[in-house]
């Protein structure tokens, strides 16, 4: 970033958010800060404004709407809603450590304890006790993939008194060629966009505009066909972007999807890998080997995988998130479009491997062990993720067996540094890639 640049972006952050958005503010200095030493490109710019769009629509009295991972903001920008990702603010201060007082405050509080509920979601319990966490106008959520998220939001509306709507999300496949086909799952997954719709407009005393719905559904598949292009040039061997960048594609899609800033980044995302392609260039220079992270970053710890790509020439080619497998849709009539919106919440990042059978998730490892020609996977099982438990070891042994390729499984909090530590994280990683692996 050009000092110009973040002269702007420091004024811009200037003078008092209010309380409630005291982190959120600590949050968006250091990012500016940390980016001051970066490009400034398309995901940065698209970062910095998510900060300062929540501090404006405050100040313009535009209502805010706050809803987890698992979902894709379109419906809610074409309804001229503010999107606020929970994560953004609960894992996002983890990288600071910021996160670890307040999780200390949820457990003093008695909601939980590391191993039952996941502290993706804790640490904004603690920190609307204290009155330093963004209260939205309007909650909405899906109870998938977790339970984590079903018990939180309660709590989250408990603290806040804010109206809040969820959507249940079925276990059943759409697709008619696989073997867990279920005829009902679009027209009831429909049914329910519609009835959010009508939640909405009542809430905030506005009709959708159906035709700026399309335009944004448009949006939502120009970005989703660069993220499927960057998905497939990361086949290539070595891979051409270094181990992190497919996250950028799931925070792009997760907190922009539907608007040009997550076009822009994502056609950016995969023009450098095209690029990179090209050149010969590869994100892990000599790389030797290619690693399958089918499971979430470690949160706290932002140096893990460059360590393991310094230390082994290993890439992690996607994690769980990145992999963000949602292809575009027929978005030609507004009845596409509901559907498209339908399609994208059953099979969003993480959502669509573990919404239902335990096959879904065993198909994916499979076949990105193969398409990614995969040498070794890595899985850190987060204590509270208790739906995974069981499938990961699963899917570790289908792969092991129908592929020969060996999995590391271990116990840990990807939120907390106080659970298991990078040292000992690090130690495991280490003895599996040199004693297994290599
Ligand atoms: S890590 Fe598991 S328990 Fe935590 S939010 Fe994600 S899916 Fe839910």
Redesign the pocket.
């Known amino acids: 970033m050009d000092d110009e640049t973040y002269r702007k972006y420091k004024k811009l952050g200037r003078g008092s958010w209010g309380k409630d958005l005291s982190l959120w503010k600590t949050m968006y200095l250091g990012f500016i800060n940390l980016a001051k030493e970066e490009e400034f490109n398309p995901f940065v710019e698209m970062f910095a404004n998510m900060f300062l769009r929540v501090v404006n629509a405050r100040k313009e009295g535009k209502p805010i709407i706050m809803y987890p991972f698992n979902f894709e903001p379109a419906l809610f920008i074409a309804m001229n809603l503010t999107p606020l990702m929970q994560e953004t603010f609960s894992v996002g201060l983890a990288p600071l450590k910021l996160n670890e007082p307040y999780i200390d405050i949820t457990n003093k509080m008695g909601y939980g304890d590391t191993p039952t509920l996941?502290n993706?979601?804790r640490p904004i319990v603690g920190a609307y006790k204290q009155g330093v966490a963004p209260i939205p106008d309007l909650m909405f959520f899906t109870p998938t993939?977790?339970n984590?998220?079903t018990m939180s939001y309660q709590v989250f509306q408990q603290l806040t008194d804010v109206p809040y709507f969820t959507m249940d999300v079925p276990y059943w496949a759409y697709d008619q060629l696989n073997e867990f086909y279920d005829e009902k799952i679009i027209d009831y997954m429909v049914k329910q966009t519609k009835d959010l719709i009508f939640w909405l407009e009542k809430e905030t005393n506005q009709k959708l505009d159906l035709e700026k719905f399309q335009q944004t559904m448009k949006l939502v598949n120009e970005a989703r066909q660069n993220v499927l292009e960057f998905n497939e040039l990361l086949k290539n061997v070595p891979c051409p972007m270094p181990s992190l960048a497919g996250f950028m594609n799931f925070t792009a899609m997760a907190t922009h999807s539907g608007t040009i800033e997550a076009v822009k980044a994502t056609k950016y995302i995969r023009d450098e890998a095209a690029e990179n392609i090209k050149s010969g260039i590869a994100g892990v220079p000599d790389e030797k080997v290619r690693i399958a992270w089918p499971y979430?970053h470690i949160f706290f710890d932002v140096d893990l995988l460059p360590w393991i790509e310094e230390t082994f020439q290993a890439v992690v080619i996607l994690d769980i998130l990145g992999y963000y497998p949602v292809l575009p849709h027929d978005v030609s009539t507004i009845e596409k479009c509901y559907e498209s919106v339908a399609k994208g919440v059953l099979d969003f990042s993480?959502v669509g491997t573990c919404r239902g059978n335990a096959e879904f998730y065993i198909d994916f490892c499979l076949n990105y062990v193969k398409d990614y020609k995969i040498d070794a996977m890595i899985i850190p099982m987060?204590f509270?993720?208790k739906h995974?438990y069981a499938i990961t070891r699963i899917a570790a042994e289908a792969v092991r067996e129908q592929l020969g390729i060996p999995t590391l499984i271990f116990g840990v909090d990807p939120y907390d540094s106080r659970e298991v530590t990078s040292e000992t994280i690090k130690a495991k990683i280490s003895e599996f890639l040199t004693q297994v692996v290599l």
Request: charged share 0%.
């Open positions: 996941c993706a979601q993939p977790c984590a998220i979430t993480m987060q509270a993720c995974a």
